[in-house]
């Protein structure tokens, strides 16, 4: 079942600034948000534009550890942006193959929704979306929690678990739901939007406009602010 979305995610607002990330070790720590996630049926969606080639990147990832996590991700040998989910070691994964993704110099929303008992069989299903259409479904979510079904850390640019697979490029209007969230209006025909007060099953979001300092504010109104770590930097790249 999918959230019901305020009629304002319609709405173009004016983005102010972007995060640029290094590739190197900087990531916005936003492990709050972990506390309000629901493992068994979300969506994650950012805006990314990549600057160089520089192998697998992570996006935005929360993790209990390296068995069971939940990640947006480019995987660079296979060239394709991917979600996957790692549930006791088993894997579920959504994928879209985009050759020059990281060196287009486009911005591009990524977006993956999951629900472990959807299907005719409550097999559960996994969508994936790129600038706003379905590129992949995968019906049949592999493994169970387990004992980590509760996840302990979150990061956007960064692996959770590894500490690496550091992001190269640009990171905005990051955005986490408890429960599937429409894809289509988070991504509104390309141009960013304003999700503050649009739904109560937001968890995060971060709309990266502060332009000073190592916080990045929550507008879910959950009180989950990020943590700029080793200096990313601010900047005024934007998906217009």
């Not at 996590?69 to 994928?95: D, P, Q």
Request: charged letters at 20%; glycine letters at 14%; a negative charge.
């Amino acid at each position: 079942m999918k959230l019901g979305l305020s009629t304002a995610v319609c709405n173009i607002y004016h983005d102010k600034r972007s995060i640029l990330f290094s590739g190197t070790d900087d990531y916005i720590a936003i492990d709050g948000v972990v506390d309000n996630m629901n493992v068994n049926s979300g969506t994650m969606s950012c805006w990314v534009k990549g600057q160089t080639e520089s192998g697998s990147v992570t996006f935005v990832m929360a993790s209990g550890d390296a068995e069971n996590f939940i990640r947006l991700w480019w995987h660079h040998s296979a060239t394709k942006v991917k979600f996957t989910m790692k549930r006791s070691g088993e894997l579920t994964v959504g994928e879209y193959t985009i050759e020059d993704f990281q060196s287009d110099g486009l911005w591009h929303h990524i977006a993956a929704t999951w629900d472990t008992s959807a299907g005719s069989e409550g097999e559960g299903e996994v969508k994936f979306y790129v600038d706003g259409t379905q590129r992949g479904s995968t019906v049949g979510i592999s493994g169970d929690w387990g004992e980590e079904s509760n996840l302990i850390s979150s990061d956007i640019g960064r692996s959770s678990v590894s500490g690496g697979a550091y992001y190269n490029g640009y990171i905005d209007e990051v955005s986490i739901y408890r429960g599937v969230a429409d894809a289509s209006l988070l991504y509104n025909s390309g141009h960013p939007i304003d999700l503050t007060g649009t739904s109560t099953d937001l968890m995060g979001y971060w709309k990266l406009d502060e332009g000073i300092g190592t916080k990045a504010f929550d507008g879910s109104g959950q009180g989950n602010a990020g943590t700029l770590t080793n200096s990313p930097v601010w900047t005024t790249d934007i998906k217009l």
